[in-house]
């Protein structure tokens, strides 16, 4: 394990620092380490560590959306209000629709078999976007408009939606009706995300209002409550929804409202952290990457994407209607709206263990468009920021 460890750790910080000079972002050369070393090149990492990748993901999306709750001041989502609840579900409908009318004409699937492809395809990736986000916060890009503010929430909340109709049409395929009261789980599970957060963000505030600590030991507490929370959601779920990732988002967004100070020391403590956990998500999921899948699919999955993209880009645009956005400023939005990476990972390999005939074809087209999109929307973002967001 511990050759494969510095493997990892070497190689992708080799490539992250060769895509930089090439200008290109470093994500590109993780996940590139992760294809490389994966199993199925030159299979260099060992069964065991690939077995806690899925823990290790979810780990490191725990630390930046922890890190972008202490970023997120609730005042700056009130000034977004109704375009960030569009952006939450209306650019993921547009591709699963436009998934379900395409794919049959690509491929020999059915329109349900399209549809649970569109709900793979269809969530943008917070991990991706989020570090971006922040970036830009930082900077001072796109931040008297709450851009920055308005992405990261969008792109929190749109996985739920997204996975909430993945288990519905899975039900559909396996003789299940599709329940339409399942959809009432997504704002129950915001609204019980957001509730535990908070609870649990002003005690901790008061806590290390109260006990003298050193922050690394503040920053521990609030990791071990995040992992708390993402545990908890798994033991209610047969009985109330709940987001955990949105709840650990609203810890950070509540210790930011109880003391700001206190927010932006943690913060910066959590950017450190940030640093090995990016390098591991990222690696992990280029090891779930089957190359031969990729090889086999050739252009109609390539192009597909491309299709179910564009319609993608239109939602964000209907989404963003009637607000004081310029047409530079949406369509950044629309290219940070593109990347996909985490949830195609994590459940684009489920139709084809659960039996569906098209199964490798969703596994194929998942891949194909972590391959596609997570590059080409972290690229747009790092080349298109500075010339489309307005800088305060």
Known sequence: MLFSLALIILCSLVLSKVMQKLRLPGLVGMLLTG?????????????????????????????????????????????????AIFMCFLPATFEIIATTIFAPMFFRISHLEAAIMGTVLGAVSPAVVVPKMLKLMEEGYGKSKCIPQLIMAGASVDDIYVIVLFTSFMGMYNGSNFDAGSLIKVPIAIVVGL?????????????????HMRDTIKVLIILSVSFLLVTF???????????????????????????DVLASRLSGKFSKVWVAAELMLFVFVGATVDIGYVANAGVTAVALIIVVLAIRVCGVFVS????????????????????????????GGLPLAAGIAAGNVILTVAVLAILITAPLGAIGMDVFYHKLLARD
């Open 35 to 83: 294809i490389i070393l994966g199993p199925y090149v030159l299979d260099l990492i060992v069964p065991e560590l690939l077995s806690i990748s899925v823990d290790l993901r979810e780990i490191a999306l725990i630390v930046i959306l922890t890190r972008a709750g202490l970023a997120l001041d609730i005042k700056d989502l009130k000034k977004v209000d109704r375009p």
């Open 320 to 347: 963003l209607i009637k607000t004081k956005l310029s047409i530079k400023e949406r369509f950044f939005c629309a290219i940070a709206y593109l990347p996909k990476a985490t949830v195609q990972a994590a459940i």
């Open 233 to 259: 959601e798994m033991f209610i779920k047969a009985y109330v929804p709940m987001s955990g990732l949105l709840a650990v988002m609203a810890l950070g967004g509540t210790i930011l409202k109880q003391n």
């Open 195 to 211: 509730l535990m957060g908070v609870l649990l963000g002003t005690a901790l505030a008061k806590l290390f209002k109260k006990f």
